[in-house]
């Protein structure tokens, strides 16, 4: 079994930045992939972005370039950097972890959640 705990989250104004943190716990770095989702008010989870066992990132196309991803084994946590926010951000950001080399962006492919924090861009 793991657990994943979010953090950081937080109102923001458009074009701000925030940091967010994601803790893993009963497992090893070495064994699991991590990924980034958020779901908006009336919208559906979607993908935000992944970090595999060897440190390959992935990002939805929406967050590219303003997103950076990146983890720390020896902690067992990842990090979600977000530069230049938009109000279309907002939404309850998700860290999720799977026993996989390489982040799914289906979220059904992954064991264990976090309980989500909210992020909100708003002047």
């Known amino acids: 079994q793991a657990q994943v705990v979010e953090s950081g989250g937080g109102l923001v104004q458009p074009g701000g930045s925030l940091r967010l943190s994601c803790a893993a716990s009963g497992r090893t770095a070495s064994s699991i992939a991590m990924g980034w989702f958020r779901q908006a008010l009336g919208k559906e989870r979607e993908f935000v972005s992944g970090i595999s066992r060897g440190g390959g990132k992935d990002y939805a196309d929406s967050v590219k370039g303003r997103f950076t991803i990146s983890r720390d084994n020896a902690k067992v946590t990842v990090y979600l950097q977000m530069n230049s926010l938009r109000p279309e951000d907002t939404a309850v950001y998700y860290c999720?972890?799977?026993?996989?080399?390489?982040?799914?962006?289906?979220?059904?492919?992954?064991?264990?959640w976090g309980q989500g924090t909210q992020v909100t861009v708003s002047a």
């Open positions: 999720a972890a799977v026993g996989a080399w390489y982040p799914p962006r289906e979220a059904n492919l992954y064991n264990y």
